[in-house]
């Protein structure tokens, strides 16, 4: 189990709560959101994205 904030995410179930009332998300909003929990305090890159196929290469922009 992830807590942040109100929220708390249980990955096992593949589920999203806020003060314990279920939030449905898509499975790759679902993801995203996971791998960034997993690693508080730190970046991920594209790249990193992008090998966990979370990334939609036309919706990135190439000027950041």
């Not at 999203?16 to 790759?28: C, D, H, M, T």
């Not at 508080?40 to 966990?52: A, D, H, M, N, Q």
Request: net charge positive; hydrophobic share 45%.
């Amino acid at each position: 189990m992830l807590r942040f904030g109100v929220f708390e995410v249980d990955v096992r179930a593949g589920e999203l709560r806020k003060l314990g009332v279920r939030i449905k998300l898509q499975e790759q909003p679902f993801h995203f959101l996971t791998v960034l929990l997993q690693r508080p305090g730190e970046v991920v890159t594209r790249e990193e994205l992008r090998s966990e196929n979370l990334l939609i290469p036309s919706l990135i922009s190439t000027t950041a």
